[in-house]
Structures are given as C-alpha cells and as structure tokens.
C-alpha cells in the first residue's frame, strides 16, 4: 500500500508520511482554511478603506471647489455695484492726450443738486437694474430649458460673459456703453447662479454652506478690493486686475470639482453603480435602501411642464420671504446709501459709498458661512427685521439725525447678516426637505425670488432718488 506524502505549508523541510504526523500538525489544513479566510478578507477591507478616503477627499474637493464657484461667480456682480458711482460719470469727450490726473476719470462730485443732497445726475439703482434685470430674466426662462443644455456649456458661457464685462466697462468711456459691460456681468452671475444652485443637486448637502459662503466672501472681498486697488490705483486698471477671477472659476469647474453625472436619465431597471454612489456622497451610515432611492430620483429627469406649474405653487413660501428681503436690503444700498453723507469725516462721499458697500457685504459673508452652526425655520422673520432697517435708514436719509458714522455702519452690518441669513437659510431648507425628484428644479426656480425683489427694488430706488434730489 502506498503511503501518503505531505508537506508542512510554511517549511522547507522533505515530504513527511502523514503517519508521522502528529494530532496538531493532523489539524493544521483546518487552520490553513482559517487563515486563507482571512487573507481573502485582507483586500476587500483594504479596498473599503480606499474607497472611504477617497470619499473624504472627493468631499473635500467639492466643498472647496463650490466655495470657489460662489466666490468667483458673484464678484462681477459685486464690482458693478460697488463701482455704480464711478461708472455714472459721463466721459464721452475723454481723449488719450487728456491730461487731468487719473483719479478724476471717475470724479463723483457731479451733483446737480443745490438742495440739501450731494446727488449724482443718474441715481446707481440704473447701475443695478442694469446688473439685474438680465439676471431676472435668465432666471424666469432657465427652469424651463437650461436642463436640456449640459453644465459645462452654461459654465462656458459664464466666465465669458464676466472677462467680457471687466474689459468693457474697463475701456469704454460712455455710460450707456459701460452700462452694456454691467449687462455682461448680470448674465453670468445669473446663469451661474441658476447653474450651480441646481448642481448642487448632485451632492452633498454642505455644499450649500460652503456655496453661500463664497458668494458672501465674492461680497466682501469684490466690495473690500474695489475699495482698496481704486486707493493705489485707477478705476480701470483696478478692473483690469479683477481679470483673473473668470480664470478662478475655469480653475475651480474643470481642475478642482469631482463633476457627478447629470445627463444621463436614470431607470429603475439599471444598477446603481460605484461611481454614481460615491459622487452623491451620501454619509457611510445612511441606509443602502435610502441611498438608491435617492440616487435614482435625484438622477437627471426632464420634469413634465405640469409638474413645473404645480411644484412652483409649492416653492412660493420660501420664494416670498426671500424676494421681501432682498427688495429691502437692495432699497437700502441702491435708493438710500448714496444720499446718506457725513462731512468732516475721514472719508470723501465716494469713499463712504464704498465702504457701505464693504460693511455690508461682511455682514453677508459671516451670515452665509453660519448655516452649520445657527439654522432658522422661520424664514418670514428676516423679512420683518430688514424692513424694520428699511424703514429707519430711509428716516436717516431724509431727516439726517444720525450723529456718527459708526452708527450708521453698525445698521448697515446688520443689514447684511438679516440677507445673508436669509439667503443661506432659504436654500438649506430646500435642500434637506423637498423630494429627491423635485430637488434640482426648486433650488433653481427659487433663485428667482431674489432677482425679482432686486429689480423691483431698483425700479423704486430711480423715482425716489429723483424726488428726494429735489428737495
């Protein structure tokens, strides 16, 4: 009878009978089994832990990659606003031979009043209409198209649109012409607004803060540089400057933003893949069952037009606040600041228009980044408290009883934290409570209400400039 051979696993030792084996070595095939187990184990843990680093990474560059958006997507839209005053002036006879100095290029002291305001021939809510009203319409028309036309193109469109209006209003000197440049600037912070608001769609939900804290940060830093280059420099060169903000937002797009699949439509019969699970970025302890569900709905969907009708009834009480609070705080900067002048102070009349304009974008800027750490329900409560500043700013317009400036840049600080409160607030809601389906077009159409409470606002600021110069 032949005997058997083995061989110890782990030995270089000759073949031994397994007769001479003893009872542990008998019973070392089951620990080999045991240990095999294990190993098999070893690269599937290994490739779980992969995966949850590249998630946190992934994350990481989105959040930081939406901040950069929201930076560089408002910042024309700011430099508008805060150069409102220098783009009125009228420089249609300026030649290269002139030689009055550069800082009065941009002169503001036209004041065609000899009453009690210094007032500007055209008050700045032309400038803001003007840095508006395209917004306006895009945002109108795009919740019943722009999803058939895929993000990048939009994206194109937009840093386009914002080179272009840092180049006109930079080296055209006739303020109708100059006016086009700021249409220029509201057509890509529009469509960018309604682009990326929607994109979020696709991600996590703290990109939503980190969104609203870069469009408060374009704010600050669009209202603070302005500011601050126009000391050392000129207006135009100033803008010029500004230039490499459209490459920023190339940058942030193309380079830093982990992109999500948005074009193709999802079925219920195609598996859920890997890719698609991670880029949703749904926490590791959220149920699996939850995770399809909402990657399934959240996947691109052409709404019916019915369903449009029907969800924006749905929209109207986040709408209505938001649209109350930016009519107000947009009264406030465009209609009231400019008449509001303090002689005797450090600053010139410019100057102090344009460190309103700094004052209250930060406190936009603090109010947008607040949202992961003071949440508000109540929406309609901001609305009450910025027409309550409405209301005493106008009194301080007209009555001029305010004794310090502090006091003035203390209400309008306030000012800034109420709209950025609001603003930020508005959109998280929306993003933790509406269906997975709806998602994407109610954080766009929403969008909406703040472009029409600012174009209304600049509506009413015209006529009662004019009737306050007057007086």
């Not at 290269?96 to 021939?121: I, K, Q």
């Not at 940058?251 to 982990?258: A, C, D």
């Not at 309550?388 to 301080?396: D, H, K, Q």
């Amino acid at each position: 009878m032949n005997e058997l051979f083995v061989r110890h696993p782990d030995s270089e030792a000759p073949d031994l009978p397994l007769s001479n084996l003893t009872r542990s070595e008998e019973i070392e095939p089951a620990n080999m089994m045991e240990e095999t187990d294990m190993t098999d184990e070893l690269p599937v843990m290994a490739a779980a832990a992969a995966i949850r680093q590249n998630n946190r990474k992934t994350k990481i560059r989105n959040l930081v990659a939406f901040w950069l958006l929201g930076l560089c997507n408002n910042y024309a839209y700011v430099i508008m606003l805060s150069a409102a005053y220098d783009i009125l002036e009228k420089k249609e006879t300026e030649t290269e031979s002139d030689v009055e100095p550069p800082d009065t290029m941009y002169n503001l002291t036209n004041s065609t009043s000899a009453g009690r305001f210094d007032c500007n021939p055209i008050s700045t809510g032309a400038v803001l209409l003007a840095d508006i009203l395209p917004t306006l319409i895009i945002k109108l028309t795009a919740p019943w198209f722009a999803d058939y036309i895929p993000y990048g193109v939009r994206i194109a469109i937009c840093v386009l649109a914002a080179a272009s209006s840092f180049l006109i209003v930079s080296f055209v000197h006739v303020v109708a012409l100059s006016l086009m440049g700021v249409v220029f600037a509201s057509v890509s912070a529009g469509l960018g607004e309604f682009t990326y608001v929607s994109l979020m769609s696709f991600y996590d939900k703290n990109v939503v803060s980190t969104w609203s804290s870069g469009t408060g940060a374009a704010g600050l830093i669009g209202a603070l540089s302005y500011a601050g280059l126009t000391e050392i420099l000129t207006p135009r060169d100033s803008l010029l400057v500004m230039l490499i903000v459209p490459v920023a937002m190339v940058i942030s797009y193309w380079g830093i933003l982990v992109r999500a699949p948005t074009l193709q439509p999802h079925r219920d019969d195609q598996p859920v893949d890997e890719a698609r699970r991670r880029l949703i970025e749904c926490e590791p302890t959220e149920g699996v069952d939850d995770l399809d569900q909402d990657i399934k709905m959240a996947a691109k969907e052409h709404l019916m037009l019915k369903e449009r009708i029907y969800h924006i009834k749905h929209l109207l009480k986040y709408m209505i606040p938001l649209m109350l609070v930016y009519f107000a705080e947009y009264f406030i900067n465009q209609g009231l600041l400019e008449l509001i002048y303090f002689q005797g102070v450090w600053l010139d009349h410019q100057g102090q228009y344009r460190w309103f304009q700094v004052l209250y974008q930060l406190g936009v800027f603090i109010s947008r980044s607040s949202v992961n750490f003071v949440k508000f329900k109540r929406l309609w409560i901001f609305s009450l408290l910025q027409w309550g500043v409405l209301v005493l700013m106008f009194t301080v317009a007209y009555y001029a009883y305010m004794p310090s400036i502090a006091i003035v840049f203390a209400i309008i600080l306030f000012e800034g934290l109420l709209g950025g409160a609001a603003y930020v607030n508005t959109f998280y809601q929306i993003r933790e409570n509406e269906s997975p389906k709806y998602k994407e077009f109610a954080m766009g159409t929403t969008t909406v209400a703040e472009s029409m409470g600012t174009s209304l606002a600049g509506a009413v600021a015209l006529p009662v400039h004019n009737a306050l110069c007057r007086l």
